[in-house]
């Protein structure tokens, strides 16, 4: 029961806080004609949430140490509440970019906490052999939350306006921050209370990149965390801009793609668990991702929507999957207690990934004036991740 209850709280601080990020990317085309932006400026917007997410991180371990895993998933939420409400604000036209510019670093500065806080919680209640499939399953909050921004927010921001699902994001997370508050004696039972203010995990940090598996699993998350967020944040304005989709038709496929990611982490958790070689999953998931790439160079507004859909469901079951086995992988290889240290520093270059990727997808494509063909450039970002975990493979042991 402990751990159902732990796996059911992670899942929803995850669900609740990528869904406010991705809130903006799924309705980019409505929210930048209301604030007369251009919708391509949305990746900037993206990198600079994860950016301000990757520094977050750093805090992340050492807060869950001194403060409780509980108590920085409820921080986390209220920042979630509080960017979106600071979003609300845009609608005033001199402040619109200041609006949106603080509000992402509030939702930034919240997105960084919940991995470590969860790491550190599933490491401690949850079964060894299990750990690649409950991971995974926790991870499907990523997709589950994006799927409710691309379900969710087109037809409320046209029907209600751009601002409504951004506040719907926010009573959420208050929600369920207040929902969690019975777990914290338990959850944060092992908390040191020192009263001291959270230090930067520098030995955290020193350990991963002094270990050639961690270092090179984190390394090859900088290119999949790049290639992920450059999938969901430029989803909708490719299939609206590039191909003519509905703003509606565009979020639904994105949500779908999102359900194909939810499904995909469960179902390769399980597969590296079943065959308990996580590395060796991660090979044959980049493999399908390299190649569904580049079939997405290939697509044109000619092309049967049955077969965009399919491959972009393929692109959703691959690209945006790897984070369960990924994380698993990192949370085994830390000493002892140390689940949260190590995951906040790991994340410091998935998050780099993040802040990159979606920024210079942004700037390319307003160059080409099409993203359809930078999907070639994604493909190659896989192959090189998958030397790099292949390498990771061949030196790095499993801890358990």
Known sequence: ??????????????????????????????????????????????????????????????????????????????????????????????????????????????????????????MRFTEPEKRNMIFSLKQTGVPLGGMLAGLIGPGMAEWMGWQAPVML??????????????????????????????????????????????????????????????????????????????????????????????????GWGMLADRFGNGAGTLLVLLTLLAVTA???TQITADTPASLTTGIFLMLGATGISWNGIFLAEVARRAPEGRAGDVTSAALFLTYMGVLVGPALFSAAGRQLDSFLPLYGALAAAAILAFAMVRAAQRRGGHKD
Request: glycine share 8%.
């Open 1 to 122: 029961m402990r751990g159902l209850g732990v796996i059911a709280g992670t899942i929803g601080v995850q669900t609740v806080s990528t869904m406010a990020t991705m809130i903006l990317p799924a309705i980019a085309p409505l929210a930048a004609h209301a604030l007369q932006v251009d919708a391509a400026l949305i990746g900037l917007q993206v990198s600079l949430v994860y950016g301000i997410a990757m520094i977050a991180s750093l805090f992340g371990g050492p807060m869950v140490r001194s403060l409780g895993a509980c108590r920085t998933s409820q921080i986390g939420l209220l920042l979630v509440a509080a960017g979106c409400l600071v979003a609300f604000l845009a609608t005033i036209p001199p402040i619109t970019l200041p609006a949106l510019a603080v509000a992402s670093i509030l939702l930034g500065m919240a997105y960084g906490l919940p991995n470590p806080a969860a790491a550190h919680l599933l």
């Open 169 to 266: 994001s926010a009573l959420l997370a208050v929600v369920l921050a207040v929902a969690i508050q019975p777990w914290r004696r338990l959850w944060d039972s092992d908390r040191a209370s020192t009263g001291k203010a959270p230090k930067l995990p520098i030995e955290a940090i020193r350990l991963v990149f002094g270990q050639p598996a961690l270092r090179l699993l984190s390394l090859s998350a900088f290119l999949l965390a790049g290639i992920q967020l450059c999938i969901v944040t430029f989803l909708v304005v490719i299939l609206v801009e590039d191909l003519g989709y509905s703003p509606i038709h565009a979020g639904i496929l994105l949500a779908s793609v999102q359900v194909a990611g939810a499904i995909g982490r469960i």
């Open 294 to 296: 580049l079939a997405v």
